[in-house]
């Protein structure tokens, strides 16, 4: 949660663009570098079954869950993290899951 999402948030995607005049492809690339990054950390760690660790979700799959949902976004390659993408497709499963996703907030644009 830490290493992924402060870097990708909307705010530093719009002082990127904004105040640092990079182009959506700068952007894309710099949302994509970190994305794979915290990844490539993150899947050697999983213990898949089916959630990140365990038939139950836990604060992993919390955090997890958002991170996949703006790569699929920013079309970020996912075939490299089976345990990751597995955990979430397990999560998507679950109902507080589907509810917290940003399309179905009351100020979903």
Request: glycine share 8%; proline share 8%; net charge negative.
């Amino acid at each position: 949660g830490c290493d992924i999402h402060p870097l990708n948030n909307s705010g530093t995607l719009a002082y990127l663009k904004g105040k640092m005049g990079q182009d959506e492809a700068a952007v894309n690339a710099w949302y994509a570098f970190w994305v794979l990054e915290g990844f490539r950390a993150i899947e050697p760690l999983l213990e898949l079954g089916p959630f990140a660790f365990g038939d139950k979700p836990t604060l992993a799959d919390v955090y997890l869950a958002p991170q996949l949902y703006n790569a699929r976004r920013f079309k970020v390659p996912l075939d490299a993290f089976p345990k990751i993408v597995g955990a979430d497709a397990a999560c998507s499963e679950l109902e507080a899951f589907r509810a917290a996703a940003p399309e179905r907030q009351p100020d979903a644009a």
